[in-house]
């Protein structure tokens, strides 16, 4: 078998922003907390005395398990700097919705925030996207879409 199973957000807050992803952007819980701590985490991580807690998510739009945001806090992290579209690694999550100015109005009255300006892209097969950048309450960046 081979297969996508999930992406993970460490998070400042797991609970605030478990919460924002449930309310403003449909996940559902799939009934997976988490609290882990243990010499086998310490192995997987390379920390020492790693704690993390947390949950999956199941995004909207797919089976009622899988595939899953899992967002988790660790006692102890990094204190990185922030997140920019054009930094290395995984830039962002997108979600298709039925209405990108009502969904991105929900996010920035959850906490969140919009990156750059929201677009409307025409495409060569006559297919109209409509597109913005947005920020989770902890600056994570989601890709709000919907096509016509």
């Known amino acids: 078998m081979f297969r996508y199973v999930h992406t993970n957000i460490v998070a400042k807050d797991a609970a605030r922003l478990i919460d924002f992803y449930k309310s403003v952007l ?8 988490r609290d882990l701590r243990g010499g086998w985490l310490d192995q997987l991580t390379g920390l020492h005395d790693a704690h993390l807690v947390g949950e999956h998510l199941c995004v909207p739009g797919y089976s009622p398990d899988h595939p899953t945001l899992e967002i988790f806090s660790y006692d102890v992290m990094d204190s990185g700097t922030s997140h920019r579209i054009n930094q290395p690694g995984l830039s962002h999550i997108a979600f298709e919705v039925d209405d990108v100015d009502q969904t991105l109005a929900a996010i920035k009255s959850a906490g969140g925030g919009q990156m750059g300006d929201r677009v409307q892209a025409d495409y060569d097969d006559g297919r109209r996207a409509v597109l913005v950048y947005a920020t989770d309450p902890e600056g994570n960046i989601v890709e709000l879409q919907s096509w016509s």
């Open 26 to 33: 449909g996940c559902t819980s799939v009934g997976e907390t």
